[in-house]
């Protein structure tokens, strides 16, 4: 019975990784698919290695959080009660990427976790209170980083780049096969400089990708890791691997990331086209050098809150700065003493259109607010709305439902 619950537990497993692949890929690399710079199997098969890459190397950090600390009794990740856990966190997640909209894979699961430590009596108030501290601090973080980026760097570092998506709309990077080995290809008339932004682009899309394995691998295994369950041992490999830790983690620890990340490079595959779809072409047309901004500032505070064991929300980070780069953008109209003798400061996130890329910026204090667009020239309205609503729906979903189920089911009652 033992070993049936435990492949069981297994395939729901793989069943939220093949969607935490279907709802991550789209805001990693859906500004250098919708910019025709890579295509979606491209975009797929680099979100799936260096996911994995991220998974192994500093997601056994979260997993732990999530696995082992965030209930003060692991006894209550059964078997029994690990399925019903992934399955709220996948079933949640299959509704959103169903809807073509990326939601934040760790609230979905910390909520499905932390129902069953509510439920059963044991969830550690502490751990969950230091994980939403951080949910609402990086977010703020993210805000007046991207702001400060956007008022003293931004149009530079737009002029600089001067990424241009691809002219003849074919992807500008692609793969020639027809040697022996093969090779890149760039679109017919691309510069130096716009392969130049290419590469940027896709470097963006990985750094993402790994930044996404080290926090959202947890989402998919971190049940049946906090269960303890000797799967080398279970599933009869005790001849073929070692089980000794390999660099301070252990095989079972290795052996589910593989797992694991073997099933987010599944939706990277399949279900992610709807996500790419909408990050990469529905919602925004958020150019492509504040895309790379927000980039790297939300996957460098994912990072390093990964490295303390904190599952942070990518897509809340990347949403605040967003707005904080639209903000800081905007407020170069008026100069620090404009505003402290009282000037007004129009700000809308519509500013990061007021230059194409390349275009040589005016001074801070120079720019007549009337040039900057407003919020509804980047955002598709109802687009934006939908994306908002799936985004809070979502956890609620896994997290009331499973509560309910483990409050009031006694198949799982403890």
């Excluded at 003849?168 to 400089?193: C, K, N, W, Y």
């Excluded at 309205?381 to 483990?406: D, E, H, K, W």
Aim: charged content about 10%; proline content about 4%.
């Amino acid at each position: 019975m033992t070993e049936v619950l435990l492949i069981v537990g297994l395939l729901v497993a793989v069943f939220v990784g093949y969607n935490i692949g279907g709802a991550t890929t789209g805001p990693a690399f859906g500004p250098a698919v919708g910019a025709n710079v890579i295509t979606k199997l491209m975009a797929a098969a680099l979100m799936s290695v260096f996911f994995f890459v991220g998974a192994i190397t500093i997601g056994p950090a979260v997993v732990d959080t999530l696995g082992r600390d965030l209930v003060n009794d692991t006894a209550i990740f059964t078997l029994r009660s690990n399925v019903a856990v992934l399955f709220f966190i996948g079933g949640a997640l299959f509704l959103g990427n169903y809807a073509g909209v990326p939601a934040s894979t760790s609230m979905t699961a910390v909520g499905a976790i932390a129902a069953l430590g509510l439920a059963t009596g044991e969830l550690d108030f502490g751990v969950l209170g230091q994980i939403v501290i951080w949910w609402v601090v990086a977010p703020i973080i993210g805000f007046w980083v991207a702001g400060v980026v956007g008022r003293y760097f931004y149009p530079q570092i737009n002029e600089w780049i001067a990424i241009e998506a691809s002219r003849d709309g074919h992807e500008m990077i692609t793969v020639d096969r027809s040697g022996v080995v093969p090779r890149l290809q760039f679109g017919d008339g691309a510069d130096r400089r716009e392969i130049t932004g290419a590469f940027i682009v896709v470097a963006i899309g990985c750094l993402m990708g790994f930044s996404s394995g080290t926090s959202n691998i947890a989402n998919a295994i971190a049940p049946i890791y906090g269960a303890d369950v000797d799967m080398v041992g279970l599933l009869g490999l005790g001849n073929v691997i070692s089980v000794d830790a390999v660099a301070g983690v252990s095989i079972d620890m290795i052996l589910l990331v593989v797992i694991g990340s073997a099933a987010v490079a599944i939706g990277c595959f399949t279900i992610a086209r709807r996500t790419l779809d909408t990050l990469g072409n529905d919602i925004t047309n958020l150019p492509l050098t504040a895309a790379i901004v927000v980039a790297v500032v939300s996957s460098g505070i994912v990072i390093s809150l990964s490295t303390i064991g904190i599952p942070a929300s990518f897509v809340v980070i990347a949403t605040m700065s967003i707005i904080g780069l639209g903000w800081g953008r905007a407020t170069r109209t008026t100069t620090i003493s404009d505003a402290a003798r009282g000037e007004e400061t129009p700000v809308s996130v519509g500013a990061l259109t007021a230059e194409e890329e390349g275009e040589i910026p005016p001074e801070i204090g120079e720019e007549d607010p009337e040039d900057i667009p407003s919020a509804s020239d980047l955002f598709d309205p109802s687009t934006t709305a939908r994306v908002i609503l799936m985004q809070n729906v979502v956890p609620i979903i896994s997290t009331v439902g499973a509560f309910l189920t483990f409050r009031f089911v006694p198949i799982f009652g403890f």
